[in-house]
């Protein structure tokens, strides 16, 4: 075989586990990660009747883009749901922390990015947001 010569990449597969025929090509996915969801298109052997395919090498570049991506907004989503709670019950950072986490830096470290509040707290630091008399019920106990 001459080294000059460059044979196409397959066009075609069978697939390892349905035997169904594979064609190389594109498909539309969605990805979720936190309630965000995108949509982009994936590279991959993919079957006629729209089930799964083969999704190999290289081709997992586009949904490790699309999982940054989700992840970076929701980093964002975070950090603007902080200082919003905090704008509209006007606590200051520490009082937020210590009232919805325990600890005396979370909202700090979340209102910077360098730290995620774990789901239930998210939730929490939503319902605040969207009613903030609900702070009273969780001083009182």
Same mark, same amino acid.
């Given at each position: 075989? $001459?080294? *000059?010569?460059?044979? =196409? @990449?397959? !066009?075609?597969? #069978?697939? =390892? !586990? +349905?035997?169904?025929?594979? +064609? $190389?090509? !594109? $498909?539309?996915?969605? #990805?979720? @990660?936190?309630?965000?969801? $995108?949509?982009?298109?994936?590279?991959?052997?993919? =079957?006629? *009747?729209? *089930?799964?395919? #083969?999704?190999?090498?290289?081709d997992h570049d586009a949904f490790d883009a699309a999982l940054d991506e989700l992840k970076? !907004? @929701?980093?964002a989503n975070m950090r603007a749901l902080a200082k919003d709670m905090r704008r509209k019950t006007r606590l200051t950072q520490k009082e937020a922390s210590q009232l919805l986490t325990g600890s005396p830096n979370s909202f700090s470290k979340y209102e910077r990015g360098e730290a995620l509040p774990s789901w239930p707290t998210a939730l929490l630091m939503k319902l605040i947001a969207d009613d903030p008399k609900l702070l009273e019920k969780i001083r009182n106990g």
């Open positions: 075989m $001459r080294d *000059d010569v460059k044979f =196409p @990449y397959a !066009e075609t597969t #069978i697939h =390892p !586990e +349905t035997g169904a025929l594979l +064609t $190389r090509g !594109e $498909r539309p996915q969605t #990805i979720t @990660y936190m309630g965000l969801s $995108r949509t982009f298109m994936a590279s991959g052997w993919w =079957p006629e *009747d729209g *089930d799964d395919g #083969i999704v190999a090498g290289s970076a !907004e @929701y980093a």
